[in-house]
């Protein structure tokens, strides 16, 4: 059954000696009931940490974990009911795939014939028939996740909790097991919380992001909306790739804004409704590599040279190098017919001012 999960002003202290450093600094988070999420964010950020003061590993310093409305922060946790999937999936080597799967349920003390035909369920589920009597060492690292997924799911877990669960896959694997956790979890409908550093990965994977920096949520949003309107530089930047351009707002009229950068001015849509933006304010210009258009010298807004072409098959990327100084990145599908544009070619850039996201340079 699906629970929702609320964390209340989470924190986490560390101390070593007279050092104190807080990894996890006041979370508030509203999971709902069947949702998957992702806590994505650099190394550090305190995304391992949330996790494990979830499953009961840690004690937060303050605030509270609760599940399905009920306060489980000074529960142990092999009460809470809470499947965990490691980043080294830590199966037992000694032990076959039957036994590594049935371990929960023998701990719990179930009887023989109904952990025999909870173990054949699960494996029909993770499609691993026919390798119960394997030991670890004898699967590729594919099949280990798979394992280790299933070894949680046979206990049916209220949550579930992944920490990095595909970091030591090769990336086509990686690929296709993505797509494999996330059918698998909106087939069983288990509230899943899941921890990355990869942002390929969460936007494939997560039904909602938080952006952690330094132990603080940056933001909580859909994928898309994460990626269209960034709400700070951080995540602007950490989130797929950006070309920040920063200048002195010369003016705002309604909807748009007008951007001095050197000499050249750019028009930049403005957030109506909570635009705090002043005239002579330092901003900063958010513009996706795909949202520009490379086009001849008089025709664009930005004028620059082509400093590097790179074809990738699917896709052609440019870095050229602004008059104004800055160097931009511009990514063009592949087409049968596209115009190749040369290494030290002089070319404009044109960019719908709806694609140009303007953000505080400070928060």
């Known amino acids: 059954m699906s629970v929702p999960i609320c964390l209340k002003h989470l924190t986490k202290i560390f101390h070593s000696g007279e050092a104190a450093f807080k990894a996890v600094d006041d979370i508030n988070l509203q999971i709902d009931a069947g949702e998957l999420i992702t806590l994505l964010g650099p190394s550090g950020c305190g995304k391992t940490t949330i996790l494990r003061m979830i499953a009961g590993f840690e004690t937060p310093t303050e ?64 499609s691993l028939n026919g390798i119960e009597d394997r030991f670890p060492n004898q699967l590729s690292g594919g099949e280990q996740q798979r394992v280790a997924l299933a070894r949680v799911l046979v206990i049916n877990p209220q949550v579930l909790l992944m920490d990095e669960p595909l970091s030591n896959l090769d990336a086509k694997l990686r690929i296709y097991m993505r797509s494999e956790i996330r059918t698998l979890q909106k087939r069983l409908g288990i509230t899943c919380i899941y921890v990355t550093h990869d942002q390929k990965e969460a936007l494939a994977i997560a039904d909602r992001i938080a952006v952690l920096n ?32 920063k200048g002195k707002l010369t003016s705002i009229d309604g909807k748009f804004a007008k951007v001095l950068i050197g000499e050249i001015t750019v028009i930049a849509q403005v957030d ?92």
């Open 63 to 126: 605030g509270q974990v609760l599940i399905d409305k009920q306060d489980i922060t000074a529960v142990a946790a092999n009460k809470r009911n809470i499947g965990f999937v490691f980043q080294n999936y830590a199966l037992f080597p000694h032990m076959t795939v039957f036994d590594n799967i049935a371990y929960g349920l023998k701990i719990r003390k179930l009887p023989t014939s109904e952990i025999a035909k909870r173990v054949a369920e699960v494996l029909e589920m993770v």
């Open 214 to 245: 330094e132990g603080k949520v940056e933001q909580i949003a859909t994928p898309f909306e994460l990626y269209t309107n960034p709400a700070s530089l951080f995540v602007a930047d950490f989130i797929g790739q950006a070309n920040i351009l």
């Open 272 to 363: 109506e409704k909570n635009s705090k933006f002043r005239v002579g304010d330092e901003v900063a210009l958010v513009i996706r590599p795909e949202s520009i258009e490379i086009c001849h010298l008089d025709d664009g807004t930005l004028k620059g040279q082509v400093a590097s072409s790179v074809f990738l098959g699917d896709e052609i990327e440019y870095v050229v190098k602004l008059m104004i100084g800055d160097a931009v990145r511009v990514i063009e599908p592949y087409r049968r017919d596209a115009h190749l544009w040369r290494e030290g070619e002089n070319v404009g850039l044109h960019v719908n001012p709806l694609d140009v996201k303007l953000l505080p340079i400070k928060r």
